[in-house]
């Protein structure tokens, strides 16, 4: 892995794993919604668990990909955790978006 993968990788998951930490704080145990740039995030525990599982599968996993031999039981075992994180973010990620109210113009109050 070259010098550039790792940074990519430790970017990634310091990234994720951050925005994660700020959705939880923010939080306040539910009763608040927190903003990031501006915008307010609903479903913030949502986000955060969708957040964590791309950061620890794309950024962790990616760092780790090297440790074990091609073809090996540790590769088999790390290939299937990485792509279980992974399908957990994207289910989380559909879940936010499905969840998500969105406003609906009020056209008779004009």
Do not use: K
């Not at 599982?53 to 996993?61: E, H, R, S, T």
């Amino acid at each position: 892995m070259g010098y550039v993968d790792v940074v990519l990788a430790v970017v990634v998951a310091a990234a994720n794993l951050a925005v994660a930490a700020v959705l939880l704080a923010g939080s306040r145990g539910g009763t608040a919604v927190p903003r990031i740039f501006g915008r307010p995030q609903p479903h913030p525990r949502l986000r955060a668990a969708m957040h964590a599982c791309l950061g620890l599968g794309v950024g962790v996993g990616w760092l780790v990909r090297d440790v074990f031999p091609p073809h090996s039981t540790g590769d088999t075992v790390l290939g299937a955790v990485v792509r279980g994180l992974l399908a957990a973010g994207l289910v989380t990620a559909l879940l936010v978006a499905f969840r998500h109210v969105r406003p609906v113009r009020d056209e008779t109050a004009r």
